[in-house]
Each structure stands twice: as structure tokens, then as C-alpha cells.
């Protein structure tokens, strides 16, 4: 497989409970990028990782979000006492370096909170 | 911090037809400008992109332009086919390494 993999595809949970996203980027790229896309909507900048640092969190929407990168590879996107507006697909992107590097995108994680 | 501009929201077009995309930036300083395709449940994936070196690229039915005076960028698609009925997503990237991503447009095509 060599592009990105998120897991699980679908998640359906309930309003209060905590989620956790997974993000496998491409062997050997360094930059990782998480996003959030509401229906019929655009991109939504969560959070950028170099390596294992994110020197961008800028765009998570609350402290109910984290994200973490270990060893510079895996990446987990954690959304604690989940609301109904976190309902969107979560989309994560790796590039070989970041900034104007194309970037992949996987199938992204459809997040259904009820 | 940078600021990207699509039109149209929706763009419906016969099958052969032509089909333009056009986005505006504000940074001087982007110098990457790719575009995506995403198809129904799907990621986008990236299908053409242009540095601020040069000024068109060519990649079989599909070309993009770039005017760094104007700041504007555009996405040609010639001879359309129902197969590339899709959103597309354009992005600029600069002094910043988070690109900035347009608003997106759906591309119909009709048979």
C-alpha cells in the first residue's frame, strides 16, 4: 500500500464519548496534515506535524482536540467528550516536506456523532 | 495571512464542452498553486499543479495558468467526459507551509 491510510473508514459513536482518529502517511514523508470537512463544504486546517512536532495547531476548534505524531510516522487525531458538530469527514495528507510539496490525501474517516 | 478566492460554486457543462476554474490569492509570497480532483467519498487527489516560474502547464485535457501580477490562477478542462464530474479544490501555498485551500467546485458534466 503506498498511499495514506486512515482507519476506521466510518465511526459512529455517542455525544460524550471520545474518539480516535489513525492516519498512516506515505513511507518517508515528513509533513503530515490532518483537516475537517463538513458536508458539501470545503477543507478545514485542524493541525500540521514536521517530523513528530506540530509547529501548527492553529486550527483545532477547541481543547476537546489533540493530535500526535510518534516517530515521525503514525498519527492519531483524539476528539474527547465528542459534540453533534464534530460530525464531518476528518481527512489527513502527508508530503514529502511540507509547504510547496504536493500533498496526499487518504479516504478520510466519516465521524457520525449522535 | 493567505486568502483564496474560487469561482464558480457549481459548474454544470455538455459532455466535450470546455470547463474553466478560476481562483485569486492575496500572498505574493505563495509559489505553489496545486489543484484536486475529489470524487464522491473520496480523498482528493492532486491532478495538475504550477510553480510561480512558470506561466502554463499541460498535462493531456487539463491546463493551468498562472498571472503572478494578478494573482490569479485557473484550471482548463477541455473536451469534458462524465467521468470528470467531481469537486475540484484549488490551494496556494507560500511563506507559510499550510497551504490555503479554495472553497471547491462541483463540475458537472451531463452526457
Known amino acids: 500500500g503506498a498511499g495514506v491510510s486512515q482507519s476506521p473508514s466510518n465511526k459512529v459513536t455517542e455525544k460524550g464519548k471520545d474518539v480516535e482518529l489513525r492516519c498512516d502517511p506515505i513511507s518517508g514523508h515528513t509533513a503530515l496534515y490532518w483537516y475537517r470537512q463538513s458536508l458539501g463544504q470545503g477543507l478545514e486546517f485542524l493541525i500540521y506535524f514536521q517530523g513528530n512536532s506540530a509547529p501548527d495547531k492553529s486550527g483545532l476548534p477547541s481543547d476537546r482536540f489533540s493530535a500526535e505524531r510518534t516517530g515521525g510516522s503514525v498519527s492519531t487525531l483524539t476528539i474527547q467528550r465528542t459534540q453533534q458538530e464534530d460530525s464531518a469527514v476528518y481527512l489527513c495528507a502527508s508530503s514529502s516536506s511540507g509547504g510547496s510539496q504536493p500533498q496526499h490525501f487518504g479516504d478520510g474517516t466519516r465521524l457520525s456523532i449522535l | 495571512g493567505e486568502n483564496v478566492e474560487q469561482h464558480p460554486s457549481t459548474l454544470s457543462v455538455q459532455e466535450g464542452d470546455s470547463a474553466v476554474i478560476k481562483c485569486t490569492y492575496s500572498?505574493?509570497?505563495?509559489?505553489?498553486f496545486p489543484w484536486y480532483k475529489q470524487e464522491l467519498g473520496k480523498g482528493p487527489q492532486l491532478i495538475i499543479d504550477i510553480r510561480s516560474n512558470v506561466g502554463e502547464k499541460k498535462d493531456q485535457r487539463i491546463a493551468v495558468t498562472l498571472n503572478k501580477t494578478a494573482k490569479h490562477f485557473s484550471l482548463h478542462i477541455t473536451e469534458t467526459q462524465p467521468e470528470d464530474s467531481a469537486v475540484y479544490f484549488c490551494?496556494?501555498?507560500?511563506?507559510?507551509?499550510?497551504?490555503?485551500f479554495g472553497r471547491g467546485t462541483s463540475l458537472i458534466v451531463h452526457p
Open positions: 500572498d505574493s509570497a505563495s509559489n505553489y
Open positions: 490551494a496556494a501555498t507560500g511563506g507559510s507551509y499550510i497551504p490555503t
